[in-house]
């Protein structure tokens, strides 16, 4: 199936406040997308990290009924 698209595009203001893993950043139409990850090793760390232990031994976990940690908004 061939698809031509035609279009403008204009952006105003374009604020990315966080990039993490799997992070994808689409502008237009893409025929074709794939997956890169790119690990690096900027600490240069030579062996894995402590186990994380609680404060004060307790664990808190956030309700499941409360908002979610992603705001939904356009």
Same mark, same amino acid.
Do not use: C, H, W
């Given at each position: 199936? &061939?698809? !031509?698209?035609? *279009? !403008? @595009?204009? @952006? ?8 993490? &893993?799997?992070?994808?950043? *689409?502008?237009?139409?893409? %025929?074709?997308? *794939?997956? *890169?990850?790119?690990?690096? &090793? !900027?600490? %240069? ?8 232990? +609680?404060? $004060?031994?307790?664990?808190?976990? +956030?309700? !499941? $009924?409360?908002? +979610?940690?992603? +705001?939904?908004?356009?």
């Amino acid at each position: 199936m &061939n698809l !031509t698209v035609y *279009q !403008t @595009i204009s @952006i105003r203001f374009l604020k990315i406040g966080t990039v993490a &893993n799997s992070s994808i950043v *689409q502008i237009g139409s893409s %025929g074709v997308i *794939q997956a *890169q990850a790119d690990l690096y &090793n !900027t600490g %240069g760390f030579t062996g894995p990290a402590k186990e994380p232990e +609680p404060i $004060d031994g307790e664990i808190s976990f +956030p309700e !499941t $009924d409360s908002s +979610p940690l992603v +705001p939904l908004t356009i």
